[in-house]
């Protein structure tokens, strides 16, 4: 069966850090990109970051540059996406998705599963 599985979030106070964790299983996991989006309250989904299969692509939108990091081990079927200096808009449903792309990433790519979300909360 093919899984992907989001965790890590929680409640943070504004300039704290999180990081979450996508696992993959059931398939060959550094066969795919992943994307990470988030959904906040009464907000549409937002591509957040993609990272390309060995980590030679990494895209983040402008919202989140300079203050997340996405990485990857394929090794552990994990992709991990660092939130650092995180504020209240930073608070969102994330997901993890696999992008049926073979070279580079796109928020905007073509999507193959989703995994659940995980909640991240940003409040003083």
């Known amino acids: 069966e093919v899984q992907l599985q989001a965790s890590g979030g929680g409640l943070v106070q504004p300039g704290g850090s999180l990081r979450l964790s996508c696992v993959g299983s059931?398939?060959?996991?550094?066969?795919?990109?992943i994307a990470w989006f988030r959904q906040a309250p009464g907000k549409e989904r937002e591509g957040v970051s993609c990272?390309?299969?060995?980590?030679?692509?990494?895209y983040y939108v402008d919202h989140v540059k300079g203050r997340f990091t996405v990485s990857r081990d394929n090794a552990k079927n994990t992709v991990y996406l660092q939130m650092n200096s995180l504020q209240p808009e930073d608070t969102a449903v994330y997901f993890c998705?696999?992008?049926?792309?073979?070279?580079?990433?796109?928020?905007?790519?073509?999507?193959?599963?989703w995994g659940q979300g995980t909640l991240v909360t940003v409040s003083s």
């Open positions: 990272i390309s299969i060995s980590s030679g692509t990494k």
């Open positions: 059931g398939f060959t996991f550094d066969d795919y990109a």
């Open positions: 998705a696999t992008e049926n792309m073979l070279a580079g990433c796109s928020i905007n790519g073509r999507i193959e599963t």
